[in-house]
């Protein structure tokens, strides 16, 4: 059975790109209803979560957000919820709902494929603050 914290949304992403890592510490600013957790893809915990979602770990090089028991999305529609649920002028981000999902994730998959080139790479996953391990699923 897959141990996951109550009332939290879980954000999947690539723990060893530098874009996704600046992602996530943006969202852990402004999310400041405490809504999400985090988790690396590449961590024992993060292929836990996608093996009881279905997702081929292979076949996805995208951020997931997986709302237990309710729903998951990826790509750019996982990046319209977690704006949806961020503080502020973020939550307006929805409004991108209009453009066609293929539309919107042609260029999501455009940045993804050029994410280690323009970005860069570590050459292990991020390992958070002590302040900040709280936010972070192990």
């Not at 790509?75 to 502020?88: E, R």
């Amino acid at each position: 059975m897959l141990s996951l914290p109550p009332n939290k949304k879980i954000i999947l992403f690539d723990g060893v790109c530098n874009l996704c890592n600046s992602a996530v510490q943006f969202i852990i600013k402004h999310d400041k209803k405490d809504v999400f957790r985090f988790v690396a893809l590449q961590s024992e915990k993060g292929q836990e979560i996608l093996a009881c979602i279905g997702i081929d770990s292979k076949k996805i090089d995208s951020i997931i957000l997986y709302e237990p028991g309710i729903a998951y999305y990826y790509k750019s529609d996982a990046v319209l919820q977690i704006a949806k649920s961020l503080d502020g002028i973020f939550s307006i981000g929805v409004v991108f709902k209009i453009i066609p999902t293929r539309l919107r994730n042609e260029l999501y998959n455009y940045i993804a494929k050029n994410r280690y080139k323009w970005y860069g790479k570590k050459e292990s996953c991020m390992i958070p603050t002590p302040e900040l391990k709280i936010k972070f699923l192990k």
